[in-house]
């Protein structure tokens, strides 16, 4: 089964940049789009980039997604990080029936 | 303004069923791509169904032939009918729309409902 695999958590300082991973286990990540989904405790999930590199009206453009082909991932981007970044932060893409699949989740700190 | 809200979760006994439903607003559910996502407590975010805009439907591996997913363009309305409950279906479901009638991806997200599967 197709599986998506995000680091468990990152933590970086107010004012860096930091990049959260996003593997696919085969296949070729580019050959589909990948989404990006912020969840702060006790909430929804909220999109923060569609379409591998697409940010919603309303999210900074601190936040920007890439693609990477040679290692098969993709990365979510935040720079200039502010405390109100803490939180989950899920991929999405697609197994080989076109399901939609996430990856595990990845906890940023901003400490 | 798109609008999407969560009704119908509970406490329910294994084995039980359950009708969850997604009123929304804003736009219209039958032109876009409607999911179900849920989130067991303290886990991630896992995909449970589908419906098109055409209707066609898709479900995970873990609920086939347990969960039907459906749509009433009458009242604009999502549903989830659950069946044959177990333990590990216990979670919050949300249900999603797509960014423009065309993608097989949430982009709007319910605020969810909590369903509890336990004796």
Redesign the interface.
Known sequence: NFMLTQPHSVSESPGKTVTISCTGSSGSIASNYVQWYQQRPGSAPTTVIYEDNQRPSGVPDRFSGSIDSSSNSASLIISGLKTEDEADYYCQSYDSSNHQVFGGGTKLTVL | EVQLVESGGGLIQPGGSLRLSCEVSGFTASRNYM?W?RQAPGK????VS?IYSGGST?Y?DSVRGRFTISRDDSKNTLYLQMKSLRAEDTAVY?CARD?DGS??????????TLVTVSS
């Open positions: 999911s996502v991630g975010l896992d995909w589908i898709y995970a949300y960014f993608g097989n991806y949430p982009y709007y997200w319910g605020q969810g």
